[in-house]
């Protein structure tokens, strides 16, 4: 398991563009989800089992960050 997102610089500033968004518990949820390389791609994973739990794929650190916090809009949007 990688780093924390609230413990990279880089994921922070993504963060920046996207905590407007989201409520509470999610920026909860995402601060302490971990940030790792899977590949050639940067993974953002909420828990243990990528089956279960929320992730974010992308090519970059803001890239898999948009990814992650896309299912929650689009959650917001089927409301």
């Known amino acids: 398991m990688g780093q924390r997102v ?5 994921a922070m500033e993504a ?3 996207w905590r407007h968004v989201l ?3 999610q920026r ?3 601060l302490a989800a971990s940030l790792s390389r899977d590949g050639d791609s940067w993974c953002i994973l909420s828990g243990c089992d990528l089956t279960r739990d ?3 794929f ?3 650190i803001a890239d898999a960050m948009r990814d992650y916090v896309s299912a929650y809009l689009r959650a917001q949007e089927a409301r």
């Not at 609230?6 to 880089?10: P, V, Y």
């Open 58 to 60: 992308g090519d970059t």
């Open 15 to 17: 963060y920046g563009q």
């Open 6 to 10: 609230r413990d990279s610089a880089e």
């Open 23 to 25: 409520t509470e518990a």
């Open 28 to 30: 909860g949820k995402l």
């Open 54 to 56: 929320r992730a974010g």
